[in-house]
């Protein structure tokens, strides 16, 4: 499992003005700042200085850059005074003057100074459990967590005037640095990301799975038409889903209303990780529970197996193979005051150790296993079996298959992401198109 610790770059503090502690967690946001000074070597200093002494106005962030250097003036579980509402947010600033061409973010310092931030960005990210995505002041008051601008906790909140960093800030560009430096923080190779063919179940061809991970995180809840509207998006992805953190009534209930238990077959409902079948495509022939972990109180719930053997209709010349759906252990509170706690690492074994039994079971019957779920950055595991292969690796959810010495071979056709600028939740859901074929004794897949 990789552990991403926060940054750690000179600190140059106190600050003059600081807050008490915050719990960052969640962290709600990451603020990006410019501060009205030049992007030369030296700048983020020259600010770490103005905040440990400044008198005339009570202000700070955690962190300053420049075009050579990182430093921090506040530490991340204390609150700078930087975007008001100040509490749970971690605040960075550019040394930008947040005036002229917007064609000065391409220059070479500017460019030096955003590949620095995305690094520190990542980390914060990864350490604190913030999406990485653009949340601008629509999203804030709808309670979005991600990275923000100044300008958009001003208009959200109105408690500042400050508009930096500026129109001409590459958001885009900047989102995908981070993203990219999140992704070689964990040591994983992200899965292509392929346009969506948003395309009715009915399409899928004789033979043939599209399996889809989806996690419709509810804490903090989200709004219902937003849980309606992700999974909705979802469904229209594939034909068979897997679905976590689906705890609630009302999520369930939701859940059968965009998909009517005329047109799938759900098993699993009563414990967060259901499996849903389109019936067109889908003969359920047994499906069962198991209970992977205890749970620990008050921090994390108890997490089930879901499985289910499944038979492809029209395609009697295919063995029947197992779906199983899974949630790890949540890492959703693991920031840095918790990163090195024994128990989850515990659990988290516990888990594989589980699953990796009963999906031996399987193996031994002769069925092929095809599965997913929501790994919590848990992709440094090895896999289940002999055999086991990852179709979608990295990020929050994977996807990945065993094939039984006797079972049906699995041919990967393509994978592909719904990202979470598409989504609410803030999971991306990912989906593999797979082919699913007889054994042929003497013929190489
Ligand atoms: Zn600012």
Not at 337 to 346: C, M, V
């Amino acid at each position: 499992m990789a552990r991403i610790q926060p940054p750690t770059p000179p600190y140059l503090g106190p600050a003059k003005y600081h807050g008490a502690g915050q719990t960052l967690k969640p962290c709600k946001r990451i603020v990006i700042h410019g501060t009205v000074s030049p992007c030369v070597p030296g700048g983020a200093r020259a600010i770490a200085r103005y905040f440990k002494t400044t008198v005339t106005r009570p202000s700070s962030a955690h962190y300053v850059i420049d075009p050579t250097e990182v430093v921090q003036v506040v530490g991340d579980h204390q609150v700078a005074y930087h975007a008001p509402p100040n509490t749970d947010t971690i605040g960075v600033e550019h040394c930008d003057p947040v005036s002229g061409p917007s064609s000065r973010w391409n220059d070479p310092a500017h460019q030096a100074m955003l590949k620095l931030s995305a690094q520190t960005v990542a980390r914060l990210c990864l350490a604190f459990d913030v999406p990485i995505r653009h949340v601008t002041a629509v999203g804030l008051r709808l309670g979005r967590r991600g990275i923000t601008g100044h300008y958009a906790v001003s208009l959200a909140w109105r408690q500042t005037s400050h508009t930096d960093p500026g129109a001409g800030f590459p958001w885009r560009r900047y989102i995908k640095a981070v993203k990219a430096e999140a992704a070689k923080l964990q040591g994983v190779v992200e899965a292509p990301v392929t346009p969506v063919p948003v395309l009715p179940p009915a399409h899928v061809q004789p033979c043939t799975m599209v399996m889809v991970t989806s996690n419709i995180k509810n804490n903090p809840d989200l709004p219902r038409p937003q849980v309606v509207h992700d999974i909705d998006a979802v469904r229209r992805l594939g034909g068979v889903l897997l679905w976590q953190e689906i705890a609630e009534q009302d999520d369930r209930d939701d859940l059968r209303k965009v998909c009517p238990d005329t047109e799938w077959e759900h098993v699993g409902l009563e414990q967060e990780v259901p499996l849903s079948f389109w019936r067109e495509n889908w003969q359920v022939l047994d499906h069962g529970t198991e209970l992977l972990h205890p749970g620990k109180a008050h921090v994390s719930p108890s997490r089930y197996v879901q499985w289910a053997k499944v038979q492809r209709k029209g395609s009697p010349e295919v063995p029947p193979v197992v779906v199983m759906n899974t949630h790890y252990v949540s890492g959703a509170f693991s920031h840095a005051g918790q990163l090195a706690e024994d128990w989850r690492d515990k659990m988290w074994n516990m888990a594989h150790a589980a699953q990796s039994t009963l999906v031996q079971r399987f193996l031994d019957q002769g069925l092929t296993v095809v599965g997913g779920g929501d790994f919590n950055r848990t992709g440094a595991w090895e896999g289940f079996a002999p055999g086991h292969r990852w179709l979608v690796h990295g990020g929050y959810d994977h996807l990945w298959t065993c094939e039984a010495p006797k079972g049906a071979r699995v041919r990967l056709e393509s994978t592909g992401t719904l990202g979470t600028d598409k989504l609410y939740t803030d999971h991306a859901a990912r989906w593999a198109h797979i082919t699913l074929l007889p054994l042929v004794e003497g013929v190489k897949r």
